[in-house]
């Protein structure tokens, strides 16, 4: 069984930054792709940013280009996401997720989920 277990939300004011972190149980971790959902009250779960296996191939969803960067070290089975220029809509509960493959952009896509960790970006 593995689990995720996402760390580093919280409060920040509008242009603020924020290190989100995953860390995951196992030995396989660098075996599976892995990436951050968000989901925002009323909305449904959305992409945010995936990274291969080895970390030298990122994706990201088109309004956090140029502010997030995803990140791994597979040595500490753990996954970041760095978040700068924070904008109030980029409050969300923000989850990591694991997937057999690389480019996938479908929660459905994905097998194991994190509990989540609560963002808030203030204006």
């Known amino acids: 069984q593995v689990q995720l277990v996402e760390s580093g939300g919280g409060l920040v004011q509008a242009g603020g930054s924020l290190r989100l972190s995953c860390a995951a149980s196992?030995?396989?971790?660098?075996?599976?792709?892995m990436a951050w959902f968000r989901q925002a009250p009323g909305k449904e779960r959305e992409f945010v940013a995936a990274i291969s296996r080895s970390g030298g191939s990122m994706m990201y969803e088109d309004s956090v280009k140029g502010r997030f960067t995803i990140s791994r070290d597979n040595a500490k089975n753990t996954v970041y996401l760095q978040m700068n220029s924070l904008k109030p809509e980029d409050t969300a509960a923000y989850y990591c997720a694991r997937a057999t493959s690389f480019g996938r952009t479908y929660p459905r896509e994905y097998d194991y989920w994190g509990q989540g960790t609560q963002v808030t970006v203030s204006s």
């Open positions: 196992g030995r396989t971790f660098s075996t599976y792709a």
